[in-house]
């Protein structure tokens, strides 16, 4: 068994695998990192594999507690990927973006595909049918854009998440509802019709903890999986035990 750990910029977010059957997943904070997995390790005592991608401040030490129990690998620039890295500064491109590349290679071959991870940021990330990782783009996530216009502004409210009651607000609440969560979805919109204007045979994957809440917003066919990250690390090691 694999227990995949992505470690991102708000939460911990695992899951056990055997083979590439998830199991269970989990999401825990930072400060309980140890404590959470050694709970998972003793409901999941066969697994055998530590594997994580980190996009955040947790230092290695952090792991290094189950050493002695587990196979410990953490993902790397360093590491053989299935596409080929046509990013212009690749040493700069995120683990996760790589591991989210690697796992739309391996899952949907020999068709373009756009990654969304609607997640703190939202990144989008393109691999064409060739295989080639051509770049993407990044912009704020749903809770920074509510965060953005409370800290920024002298008067307007921090809210939190809901769907707009109209597009056109009636008061100052339904105003920044319908401008964060219309805008990231218009955003949204616009690049996949972007994308679509220069690709054909497109595959489109949503994902990150905001997934659930975007997808019946997006006017295009999108698949739409909250775990696809943990899946694609589980993937991503498993290509790397192919090919070392």
Same mark, same amino acid.
């Given at each position: 068994?694999?227990?995949?750990?992505?470690?991102?910029?708000?939460?911990?977010?695992?899951?056990?695998?055997?083979?590439?059957?998830?199991?269970?997943?989990?999401?825990?904070?930072?400060?309980?990192?140890?404590?959470?997995?050694?709970?998972?390790?003793?409901?999941?005592?066969?697994?055998?594999?530590?594997?994580?991608?980190?996009?955040?401040?947790?230092?290695?030490?952090?792991?290094?507690?189950?050493?002695?129990?587990?196979?410990?690998?953490?993902?790397?620039?360093?590491?053989?990927?299935?596409? $080929?890295?046509?990013?212009?500064?690749?040493?700069?491109?995120?683990?996760?973006?790589?591991?989210?590349?690697?796992?739309?290679?391996?899952?949907?071959?020999?068709?373009?595909?756009?990654?969304?991870?609607?997640?703190?940021?939202?990144?989008?990330?393109?691999?064409?049918?060739?295989?080639?990782?051509?770049?993407?783009?990044?912009?704020?996530?749903?809770?920074?854009?509510?965060?953005? $216009?409370?800290?920024?502004?002298?008067?307007?409210?921090?809210?939190?998440?809901?769907?707009?009651?109209?597009?056109?607000?009636?008061?100052?609440?339904?105003?920044?509802?319908?401008?964060?969560?219309?805008?990231?979805?218009?955003?949204?919109?616009?690049?996949?019709?972007? $994308?679509?204007?220069?690709?054909?045979?497109?595959?489109? $994957?949503?994902?990150?903890?905001?997934?659930?809440?975007?997808?019946?917003?997006?006017?295009?066919?999108?698949?739409?999986?909250?775990?696809?990250?943990?899946?694609?690390?589980?993937?991503?090691?498993?290509?790397?035990?192919?090919?070392?």
């Amino acid at each position: 068994m694999i227990l995949a750990v992505d470690v991102g910029n708000t939460r911990i977010k695992a899951a056990v695998f055997e083979g590439n059957t998830l199991l269970e997943s989990f999401v825990f904070l930072k400060k309980t990192l140890q404590k959470s997995i050694q709970n998972i390790l003793e409901k999941y005592h066969n697994t055998t594999h530590l594997v994580v991608a980190s996009v955040s401040d947790v230092e290695k030490l952090a792991f290094m507690e189950f050493q002695n129990a587990l196979n410990i690998y953490f993902v790397s620039h360093n590491d053989a990927f299935p596409f $080929i890295n046509c990013y212009e500064t690749p040493q700069t491109l995120g683990i996760d973006r790589m591991v989210l590349a690697a796992g739309a290679t391996l899952q949907y071959p020999n068709q373009n595909r756009l990654v969304i991870d609607a997640g703190t940021c939202v990144t989008y990330d393109f691999i064409d049918e060739n295989d080639n990782y051509l770049g993407g783009a990044i912009s704020p996530g749903l809770q920074l854009r509510y965060e953005s $216009i409370h800290h920024f502004t002298a008067k307007l409210p921090l809210l939190t998440l809901e769907h707009p009651k109209s597009f056109i607000g009636k008061s100052t609440s339904e105003s920044i509802h319908s401008g964060i969560v219309n805008g990231l979805t218009f955003e949204m919109d616009g690049y996949i019709a972007e $994308i679509m204007g220069q690709y054909s045979k497109i595959i489109i $994957i949503l994902t990150g903890g905001d997934a659930v809440f975007l997808a019946k917003r997006l006017k295009n066919t999108i698949f739409a999986n909250s775990n696809f990250l943990l899946e694609s690390l589980n993937q991503t090691f498993q290509y790397k035990i192919k090919n070392d």
